[in-house]
């Protein structure tokens, strides 16, 4: 659950920055075993796309 919780956290901050490479290895190594977190990295990606379509 505590790893989750980092991965969210990763995947948030993504958003707003570049992840280090360290972070980016994290976060990859937990999204290839962690279902739960690659779908809800999934549905962050959709909703950038989503809020990029209605940017000026």
Do not use: G, N
């Not at 995947?11 to 779908?39: K, N, V």
Request: aromatic share 4%; glycine share 0%.
């Amino acid at each position: 659950m505590k790893k989750c919780r980092k991965a969210t956290a990763l995947i948030s901050r993504q958003a707003d920055r570049p992840l280090t490479l360290p972070e980016q290895l994290t976060l990859r190594l937990h999204l290839a075993l962690c279902p739960q977190c690659r779908e809800y990295a999934r549905q962050i990606a959709r909703v950038q796309q989503m809020v990029k379509k209605f940017e000026p």
